[in-house]
């Protein structure tokens, strides 16, 4: 049940990104005297409409989107008598900018919002990650495994206790193996029965740590087959290392929440470039490979993975999620591509810098780009994103990511 209430609520939570985005959009062509038609959140069939001065504001079927009909967006728009001179195309060229930039805006203040709400509720989390091969929390180590994987109840300090290993130590070799992933770190560790050499790093210098394993009963997974099974292996008694978020009050949360969100708009500037080269890792999980983490998410995988935190109770990691959303549209309508705000935005200073130019040389200003041109490329690119998000879409039913076991 939890995990339904949360898929909708972060459906709800994109359902209002997009209405506030295109809010952003009418705000703003109200603010500057420009006529906005329509107000519509989704796309496809109406299932209400109802009209507040001269905007028709409306519900549509399929919540995937929505649009802010300005009047006269560009030249090859009809106008009717009372749109001439407030059309969106006649207006000066920074007008034009802080309309089409408003719902832009709208999205980056939501995502500050969001996550000032998250470093007074629950604090902000590192989002750089400690060395793979970190040490974290100790403990006793339990002498046999669950059927749901969790450990019989122990006390005491561990065998990594014991030999004065410390959380942050990274293991760089394990019994004179080098390890680099955490992985190796266990299948080394799983595979000791006597005192073994830990080489490890703690504060830039290199040392040595003569750990001795406990044997232990362990469900372990085959690399092979992914069969489990039961085996007598050797451990320590340690988990990886985590950062832990650090909780600000009200005041301190505002620079800490902007910096916070400076980190998390170089993250969201890197997935966007590296989106095209994620086609073929989504192809493959599509045709039955395994779905990396890291490939992108259709609307309906992000209120999945939605659900799947919500159900853990870790509704920290729900707020992340739609902030990194909220920055993710933003940033994504910044591209100077048409159809996106992006896209007119590159016309408008396009018209501006070439009406400039032309006026220095003792000429009048140029007639508006032709959208009719352009349209060739922005079908490609339509088709292009299209598939893309057709692509991820199929990914996210037939193979979604599934963050918790």
Request: charged letters at 15%.
């Given at each position: 049940m ?32 420009m ?39 560009t030249?090859i ?73 969790t ?70 997974t ?38 916070f969100?400076?980190?998390?708009f ?24 395994e ?33 990194s ?13 048409l ?16 009406n400039?130019?032309?006026?220095l ?45």
């Amino acid at each position: 049940m939890v995990f339904v209430i949360g898929v909708v609520a972060f459906a709800l939570g994109i359902t209002l990104s997009i209405a506030l985005h295109e809010a952003g959009h009418m705000w703003t062509a109200k603010a500057l005297g420009m006529k906005v038609r329509r107000y519509y959140i989704g796309f496809g069939p109406k299932i209400f409409s109802f009209r507040r001065g001269e905007t028709e504001f409306g519900l549509k079927a399929i919540p995937a989107g929505g649009f802010c009909d300005i009047a006269g967006m560009t030249a090859i728009d009809e106008l009717a008598p009372d749109e001439v001179d407030r059309a969106m195309y006649k207006q000066k060229a920074w007008k034009r900018i802080v309309v089409m930039s408003g719902g832009i805006a709208m999205n980056f203040a939501l995502g500050l919002v969001l996550v000032f709400i998250l470093a007074v509720g629950w604090g902000l989390p590192n989002l750089n990650r400690p060395p793979e091969t970190a040490l974290g929390l100790m403990s006793c180590t339990p002498a046999a495994q669950n059927a749901d994987g969790t450990g019989v109840p122990c006390d005491g300090e561990g065998p990594a206790q014991q030999a004065g290993l410390q959380r942050g130590d990274v293991v760089t070799a394990v019994g004179g193996v080098p390890v680099a992933t955490w992985d190796q770190f266990q299948a080394q560790t799983q595979a000791q029965t006597g005192p073994t050499e830990f080489t490890i790093e703690r504060g830039g210098v290199e040392m040595t740590v003569t750990v001795v394993p406990q044997q232990v009963q362990r469900n372990v997974t085959d690399s092979v087959t992914g069969q489990k099974t039961e085996r007598t292996v050797g451990a320590i008694g340690v988990g990886q290392d985590f950062y832990e978020p650090v909780q600000y009050n009200a005041l301190s949360a505002i620079p800490a929440s902007v910096a916070f969100t400076s980190d998390m708009f170089v993250m969201t500037a890197e997935r966007l470039v590296q989106m095209p080269s994620k086609v073929n890792d989504l192809w493959h999980s599509v045709t039955g490979g395994e779905r990396d983490e890291d490939t992108p998410i259709s609307v309906v995988g992000a209120s999945v993975i939605g659900g799947q935190v919500a159900e853990r109770g870790l509704w920290e990691v729900f707020i992340v999620l739609l902030a990194s959303l909220n920055f993710f549209l933003g940033m994504f309508n910044l591209l100077p591509l048409l159809p996106l705000d992006g896209g007119h935005i590159a016309v408008t200073i396009y018209e501006k810098i070439r009406n400039s130019i032309r006026r220095l040389r003792g000429m009048a200003a140029g007639a508006p780009v032709d959208y009719m041109k352009l349209m060739p490329i922005t079908w490609v690119f339509v088709v292009i994103g299209g598939a893309f998000m057709l692509l991820t879409l199929t990914a996210d039913i037939v193979n979604p990511i599934q963050l918790f076991p």
